[in-house]
């Protein structure tokens, strides 16, 4: 369209020609920040998890030694009247010769006899319980003393004991524990040091923390109550019952597990997680199922699993009692008895990843209730069937199974079908395209060949894998000359998988037929990549292979080491070189 007179503006034209810069700032703002936690937030919370139990765990082992010490034992054990140490040892020889007849006992008798009603504990452990309450009044406002030793331990109970005014004698929750602990050691008497850890929670949820990871202000005020990170108390032995009593100085209670649990409304990081009881000989043990009454319905999905408890267990292993006694079997026992002894969960969330029970609306989309039916529900949740965890299969497509070793049986309907998943690019064009024909009316009706459902199959619905023979050495190979090894029920009979770097450039150079094995794929930016590990050669062929290709890889060590030795020399000979122009030089030149 032509421009008239009256479209042209009078005056100077100004053209603004953005610079890099400012070219580069857009680009930035425009781009979208990414929403919510990536994996590596979530693995460097489990490394903190990790380094804060450890170091909490080493604390509490330097701790127990510190009631070992003579001295702290000596000074405890003068604080208690005669009477009540009196009482104490006189309460350990009755249960101990009561003990060496307990085999006259019947069975019943014996498992059914509760410990918090035994002599022991009610008259004298209780007595003393209640006179150390009574003596050391506790208060979290006061500092635990730092470093924490024999010494800085008596010289705080020292300071404490010298106030004239009793209500100025409060010590700290912790120390309350420890001096207990020595106390009764320096009766005679067993006596474990027991802390709950909190360690760093798993859950990166900001209301989770008791203690911010970066306090604002003043650092000693969010760090003065040290039962934020480790909570102490004790367990005595009884003799006779041979079992492990719960005693908390600080509160007098004995024998009351479960007044250990924080309120519903605590930070995550306060519940009881990891309770360590610590021996007199320094050994650990968890101990957390005793105190915990909500073990499977919370404390274990706040404790690390998977490869990390593996670590975590490793890590007690090695603190771990070795020469263990039948009172180390009986423990291990009423723990296991303990667990599955446990309560229903009360609320809806307890079902959810209960290694015990199951709820049908829990199942993901590759799982399912397998078999149903009202012979096998086990309770009910308001008017929702409760299933055992057993019951609870997880289902896998046609490919999931081929990398278990197994295939699906000829004629079976899928248990589920659900939508496809898209990793690649070419395979999300597949999916793309089908929609498309699909909206013009084009597409295949049947459903088994749509490629955005998949199908998924439950194990009882598979078999074992049952690979063809091999006819005349002769490798079968796909489409990229490659064969599929993705379980070993895979592997032909009469043929041999070497897993050697250079198995194929001998079997090459000797003639012999073979294929790379391919034994996963890598899903990376939209592609698939096989994962190749080793040939697969006839059985014949296989001896032959596998020595060639030793002494090929000999042969290339052996030049590598030639190589390298060839360069330390070259290296040499021009630092020799130098050195020697550099000597001519200075001789000459001055």
């Keep these: 369209m032509p421009l008239s007179v009256g479209d042209v503006r009078s005056g100077p034209i100004e053209i603004s020609i953005p610079s890099s810069d400012q070219v580069q700032g857009a680009k930035q703002k425009k781009k979208r920040k990414t929403a919510g936690l990536v994996k590596a937030d979530r693995e460097l919370r489990v490394a903190m998890h990790k380094a804060h139990l ?40 009755i249960t101990s010769a009561k003990g060496k007849g307990r085999a006259a006992r019947s069975k019943k008798d014996t498992n059914g006899t509760n410990p918090a009603k035994h002599p022991f504990v009610s008259m004298y452990l209780r007595s003393v319980a209640k006179w150390w309450k009574e003596q050391f009044p506790v208060s979290k406002s006061q500092p635990m003393p730092h470093p924490c030793t024999p010494e800085s331990i008596v010289d705080c109970l020292g300071r404490i004991i010298s106030e004239p005014d009793s209500k100025s004698r409060a010590v700290p929750p912790n120390l309350s524990a420890l001096l207990f602990v020595a106390a009764m050691r320096g009766v005679g008497i067993k006596c474990r ?43 005595v032995f009884a003799e006779t019952e041979e079992t492990w009593v719960s005693v908390d100085p600080s509160s007098g209670a004995v024998a009351e597990d479960h007044s250990f649990e924080p309120p519903v409304s605590a930070p995550l ?49 090695l603190l771990s009692k070795s020469d263990r006694t039948a009172v180390d079997e009986k423990e291990d026992v009423m723990l296991e008895t303990a667990q599955v002894s446990e309560k229903m969960p009360s609320n809806l969330a307890g079902f959810k990843n209960h290694p015990l029970f199951a709820l049908e609306r829990h199942c993901t989309a590759n799982q399912i209730i397998f078999p149903k039916g009202k012979e096998f529900i086990v309770g009910k949740f308001k008017d929702e069937d409760i299933y055992p965890r057993s019951h609870l299969k997880d289902l896998l497509s046609r490919q999931g199974w081929l990398y278990e070793g197994r295939v699906v049986k000829q004629g079976e309907e899928p248990m589920k079908r659900g939508n496809a998943r898209a990793y690649t690019v070419n395979r999300k064009r597949e999916i793309e395209a089908h929609k498309l024909s699909v909206a013009r009316g084009t597409s295949d009706a049947d459903a088994s060949n749509d490629p955005t459902v998949a199908e998924l199959f439950g194990e009882w ?33 009469g043929a041999s998988h070497i897993r050697d770097a250079n198995a194929a450039v001998v079997a090459k150079q000797l003639g012999v037929d073979f294929a790379k094995a391919v034994t996963g794929f890598e899903f990376r930016k939209g592609a698939s990549t096989p994962i190749l590990d080793g040939i697969v050669v006839g059985k014949e062929f296989a001896a032959i292979v596998k020595e060639a290709a030793a002494e090929h890889t000999a042969f290339l060590a052996e030049k590598a080491h030639e190589a390298r030795t060839q360069r330390a020399l070259s290296g040499w000979m021009r630092l020799t070189r130098k050195l020697m122009v550099k000597a001519r030089l200075m001789q000459k030149y001055t």
């Design 461 to 493: 619905q598979t078999e074992d894998y049952v690979a063809a023979e091999i006819v005349d050495g002769i490798i079968p190979k796909n489409a990229f000359k490659n064969f599929e090894l993705l379980h070993p029920n895979m592997l032909p009979s």
């Design 193 to 235: 040091l027991v802390g709950s850890l909190h360690p760093v929670p798993l859950s990166l949820a900001k209301a989770a923390l008791a203690v911010p990871l970066e306090p604002e202000g003043d650092r000693q005020k969010a760090e003065y109550d040290e039962t934020l990170g480790i909570r102490l108390w004790a367990e």
């Design 269 to 317: 990081q306060l519940y009881l997680t990891y309770v360590i009881a610590c021996e007199q000989e320094f050994w650990v043990k968890d101990v957390t199922r005793r105190y915990s009454s909500q073990w499977n319905g919370r404390t274990l999905r706040l404790r690390l699993m998977g490869e990390d408890e593996v670590f975590w267990n490793t890590c007690l292993w």
């Design 54 to 93: 450890l170091c909490l765990l080493v604390s509490l082992t330097h701790r127990n030694r510190c009631c070992n010490d003579p001295n702290t034992q000596a000074f405890c054990l003068s604080l208690i009247p005669e009477s009540l140490v009196s009482g104490l040892k006189a309460g350990t020889a």
